[in-house]
Structure formats: C-alpha cells, structure tokens
C-alpha cells in the first residue's frame, strides 16, 4: 500500500539547463515526445468522449453521422436519459446496483479483516499451511464454482433474491481481501499489541480498538476496488441473479444490446449511467482507488 | 501488487520473537479465539470455493445432466473438448483455431502489448511535467465497466464510415469502411485492442513507480559518463522493471484467462463462433447449453491454466516472508 516513492528529482530533470540555447534545445528535444504522448491522449480520451456526447445527441442525429459532427448540428437533449431511465427499467437497474453492490462489500471487508487478524497477530496450529491455501484459492477462476452454487441455491431460492450474489461476490473476495488486509496488518507495531494484551485487552477488543482504526487506509483501499469490482460486474450477475427486476445495469444493457442492436442512443446513455459512480469514484479517491487496484492486480 | 512493500517486516515468524510470557496459559486459548475469528471465512470458503471445486472435477467426468452426477463417462468430456469441437480448439488447418486458440492469441498480443505500450508511455510521461495528468488519463478505463468499454468500442468500431469513428478516419485516407466485429479475420484483433485500451493504464502507473525508484544519482552517473537515452533505457531502466514486468504478465495472464465480460457484450462469441474464449465457452456450455458435464470440463481446464499462477504466487510469498 505504499504509494508510489516520491524520489526526489528520479528521472526528471526538475531544474533544467540554465542557458538559454540550452532550454531550446531541450524542448526541441522533447518535442517528439510531446507529440507522442498527444496522441496517446487523444487514443484515450476520444472515444469515452464520443460516448458522452452521442448519449445527449438526438436519435435522429445518432444514426445519421457521428458525434464529432455535433460540432456543426449543435444539438442536444436529455431525451435518451429519460428514456432509458423510465422505459427502460434503468431507474431500477441503478437502484439494483446499490443493493448488491453494498452488502457485497461490507460482508468481505468485516469477514475478511477479522480472519486476517487471526493470520497476522493469533498463534494456532496450521496457520501458515492455511494461509498458503487462502492464497491459492486465490486464483480459482469462478466458473469452477458456478454448476454446483447454482445447485444449492435451486434449493434454497437465493437466485430469485439477492442473497445468492451477495455470498458468492463475498466469498469470492475473501482470499484476496485476507491477503491484503494480512499484509497490512502484520505492519502494525508489535509493541503496542503486547502492551494491550498485558493490560488485559482481550483479542477482539485489540481487533476493534487498534488493529481496525489504524489500518483503514488498507481498509478504505480494498473497500473502494472491491465496491467498483462488484458494481462493475456482469458474470456473476448473469449466472446469479435470474428475476429480471433484480437485474443490475451491466445486464439490463447486454439485454439492450442484443434486443435492440440499432438503439444506439439508448445504449449511450445507458452506458454512461453505469459509468457515472465509477468515475466520481475515481475523481474523488483517485488515490485509493490506484492504491487498491494496484493491491489487486494480483487477484 | 505493492503487496511487496506492504508485507514489510514480518514480526510474526516462527523463532523470530520471543514468546509471550504466560505462554502455556494462552496458547490453548489462543486456539480458541482463532477459530473464532476465522469462522466465517472457513464457511464461506468451504461452502462457495473448495466443495463446489471438488464437485465440478467430479462432474467433468460425467455427462451431468441437469448439473447432476447421472453417467460416469471417464475423460470423454475432455476428448470431446480437445479432438471433435472446432470451437473450443481445431488444429485441423492452420493457423489453429477456437476458443482455446482465442486465448492464445490474447495471451500473446495482449500481454505484450500492453506491456511495451505501459513501459513506453512511462518512460515518456516520467520526462514532461503533465506526467500526472496522462497517467490519469490512461488509467481511466480501468475504473469503467468492460460492459461500458464494449458500449464505448461499438460506436469506435460501427462499421459505417458516417457514424464510426475508426471507419470514419479510415475513410480519409480512402480505406473501408471494415466490419471489425461482423469480420471472423478481424473481430479478434479488434477485440484485443480494446483490451489493450483497457489495460495500458495500469501497466503504466505500475512501471511508473518501478521508474521512480530508479535514484536520480545513478541516471545522472551514466550521464555524466557518456550513456545515450538508448542505453540508459536498455542499462539501466529495463533491469530495474525487470521484477514488476513479470508480475505484471503473471497478472495479464490471469486477466485473460478469466475473459468473459468484454467478449459476452460486444460479439457474443460471434460472428458464428469466431471470437469465443474459454471463459465464455464454460458460461456458454453450461447455462444456455445445458452440457454441465462439457461445461465443467471447460472449467477445469481453466482451473489447470491457473495452477502455474498459483504456483508462483505461493513462492513469491514464501521468499518475501523469508526477506
């Protein structure tokens, strides 16, 4: 969870040269790499742009050119929000997406944190070959998982609810979530544990008092990528959630897509709006949010 | 990823430290407490990840009809998989084809790519002030759904050169309009680049740090000793991402291995079959086809692909525990 090291000066020259021909000729020498990486901008950011725009332009107007064109037509509209809000049973969809998304985070945050205070400050037997195992169901692809869940919710009816992907994105978490939270944990300064547990603090209260306020950067990291993880879901979705008025947007915009492939203004929007959390996400807790992808790449 | 500089010290290490005082009256309950505390996770995992693993090995050996275990059929579902399903690997011309061949032409590009492109974009922003701005810039997509890139890359990729944007720039230059996603010869690459898209970001803010811890002394050393950019980046740079280069291939890999959303929402697999992966061929399989038996298989087989990352995983622990 470090941030990136903030080396002094690393590769850029921060003071520069001082003379005169010596600064033109360094921009000279940059000037490829400007352009370079004016491109790369531009490969990046036009099509998310062009998504934003074609989703305020009109219908008429999306099937005949394309969005650059608005430069000349200059026309737009909120009709294609409206209706996919309320015709299309998006309004719900969003609604779905808070209700699946926060539990699903909550339990493998709370679950995960107490087992990896186990792994990092309890001694038991068999802790080191159990946490090896954690680490290796780690990489157990979902599918493996998917025919025989799917049997026990049959008997059960969790698909019809939401109670089916609430425990399987929860269990699923939970290797990566006890690997990181672990790791974080066993940073904390021994000594203050010990001067707990001497002044008779039993384990949970050590859990609750220290070992939680002082790793919420861990905490926050981890909650923020497995909440977008979630909200960003549609496999588990798909297999999982089968009563079409629990559906979340990932779903109910594959639907649009194969029901009306030529709807295109409806798919702008519908696409912004499962886009629009992840990005006030990443705007606003830009650092936590890099921190606990960057934690995650290992999942 | 910077689990590396997470783990830090490791107190906890058996011989280490010293044990506590009161240790015979403890250590029993200390048991206790523990199994407490893992509990839930013992549960859950148990419950949602080691039996339905051992029931789904179990199943790719029989026909499983209905997800049930009703005809043993010993490794029938596997030959089937690998000698007389064009769609999940046909070796029968060549180039090969298939979901499993998909997957390797991910693999290869994929990775490579956007490795090469994270390493180049790093390198460049690390010498411009705005070094921030494009690494955010680039790093957006990986915050979007690939359920909303596939929206995004739909109208990139429309196949009229008045409404999509690629056609569109194309048509300039008197190209097309090409079908990149109705075309079997291009909807593979077409698919992979937004992949790449998707991905580049994160390899770049990875290498980005991997750069920074570079000292500044040791670039200005070689400098001062005549090194052109050229051998500074091969000398000094790419020994020092060498680490984080592997990890992050480990980490590709494991992306394309479980590649499904991106595939379900802009192709369905199609056209006909042509740009089907493993994921999507399991998912495919099993729900819509109703072969469990096949599907699980399929699922098994991407189980296999996983140990090797398992594997490393667990020696990267052990080595930085023993650090």
Redesign the interface.
């Known amino acids: 969870m470090s941030d990136s090291p903030e080396v002094p000066g690393g590769l850029v020259n921060r003071e520069g040269p001082s003379t005169l021909s010596g600064r033109i000729l360094e921009r000279l020498n940059k000037t490829p790499i400007h352009i370079g990486l004016g491109i790369v901008a531009v490969i990046w950011l036009a099509p998310t742009i062009g998504l934003l725009v074609t989703s305020f332009r009109p219908r008429s107007d999306i099937q005949a050119t394309g969005w650059w064109e608005t430069i000349n037509t200059l026309r737009f509209t909120t009709e294609n929000y409206s209706s996919v809000l309320n015709a299309q049973g998006m309004l719900q969809a969003f609604v779905n997406n808070i209700i699946i998304s926060v539990p699903s985070t909550i339990l493998p945050l709370v679950i995960g944190s107490l087992a990896a205070y186990a792994f990092s400050w309890i001694k038991f037997p068999l802790r080191d070959t159990l946490f090896l195992t954690v680490i290796a169901l780690m990489m157990i692809p979902a599918q493996v998982a998917f025919i025989p869940i799917l049997q026990l919710f049959a008997q059960v009816g969790f698909t019809r609810n939401f109670m089916g992907i609430w425990l399987t994105h929860t269990a699923f978490a939970l290797p990566f979530g006890i690997f990181l939270l672990r790791n974080f944990f066993i940073t904390l300064p021994k000594d203050l544990i010990e001067a707990a547990r001497i002044d008779g603090a039993s384990r949970f209260g050590i859990f609750r008092t220290i070992v939680v306020p002082l790793s919420v950067p861990a905490i926050a990291a981890y909650g923020i990528f497995q909440f977008l993880w979630v909200w960003n879901d549609l496999l588990m979705a798909l297999v999982f959630v089968q009563e079409p008025r629990n559906w979340p947007l990932t779903r109910q915009i594959s639907t649009l897509l194969s029901q009306y492939g030529t709807e295109w203004n409806l798919l702008a929007a519908g696409a912004f709006l499962l886009m629009i959390v992840p990005l006030v996400v990443f705007f606003s807790l830009q650092r936590y949010f890099v921190q606990g992808l960057l934690a995650g790449s290992v999942k | 990823?910077?689990?590396s500089?997470?783990?830090?010290?490791?107190?906890?290490m058996p011989g280490a430290?010293a044990p506590?005082p009161a240790k015979s009256s403890t250590?029993g309950r200390?048991?206790l407490?523990?199994?407490l505390?893992?509990l839930?996770?013992g549960l859950?995992?148990g419950?949602?990840?080691?039996?339905?693993?051992i029931?789904?090995i179990l199943?790719s050996f029989d026909r499983?009809r209905r997800?049930?275990f009703n005809k043993f059929l010993g490794l029938d579902n596997y030959v089937t998989l690998f000698t007389k399903d064009p769609n999940f690997i046909d070796f029968s011309q060549f180039p090969p084809s298939g979901a499993l061949f998909n997957n390797i032409l991910w693999l290869v590009f994929y990775t490579s790519i956007v490795i090469i492109f994270g390493l180049?974009?790093a390198?460049?922003?690390?010498?411009?002030?705005?070094?921030s701005i494009?690494k955010?810039?680039?790093?957006?997509?990986?915050?979007?759904?690939?359920?909303?890139l596939?929206?995004?890359?739909?109208?990139?990729y429309a196949p009229d050169a008045?409404?999509?944007?690629l056609n569109?720039v194309l048509d300039v230059v008197h190209v097309g309009p090409i079908s990149w996603l109705g075309n079997p010869g291009f909807v593979n690459a077409s698919l992979i680049a937004v992949g790449i898209?998707g991905s580049?970001?994160?390899a770049t803010?990875?290498l980005?740090?991997a750069?920074?811890?570079?000292?500044?002394e040791i670039?200005e050393a070689a400098r001062v000793d005549g090194a052109n950019e050229i051998q500074i980046f091969r000398r000094i740079i790419l020994p020092m991402v060498s680490l984080p280069i592997s990890?992050?291939a480990v980490?590709l890999t494991?992306n394309v291995?479980?590649l499904?959303?991106l595939v379900?929402?802009m192709t369905?697999g199609g056209p006909g079959t042509s740009s089907r992966v493993i994921?999507f061929t399991?998912?495919q399989e099993?729900?819509p086809g109703g072969l469990?038996g096949k599907?699980?298989a399929?699922?098994?087989v991407?189980?296999i692909i996983?140990?090797p990352?398992?594997l490393f995983?667990?020696r990267r622990?052990r080595t930085e525990s023993v650090t």
């Open positions: 990823m910077t689990s500089a997470m783990s830090g010290p490791v107190p906890h430290a506590p250590e200390s048991w407490s523990a199994l505390f893992l839930p996770t859950l995992l419950v949602f990840l080691v039996y339905p693993t029931y789904t199943l499983g997800g049930e180049v974009i390198v460049m922003a690390s010498r411009v002030r705005y070094e494009i955010s810039v680039v790093f957006l997509p990986m915050a979007i759904a690939a359920t909303a596939a929206v995004i890359w739909r109208f990139v008045k409404t999509g944007l569109a898209w580049v970001g994160f803010v990875i980005s740090a750069i920074k811890s570079i000292s500044a670039m990890v992050l980490t494991v291995v479980k499904f959303d379900y929402v369905l994921a399991m998912y099993a729900f469990f599907g699980a399929v699922a098994v991407m189980l996983m140990i990352v398992m995983n667990i622990f």
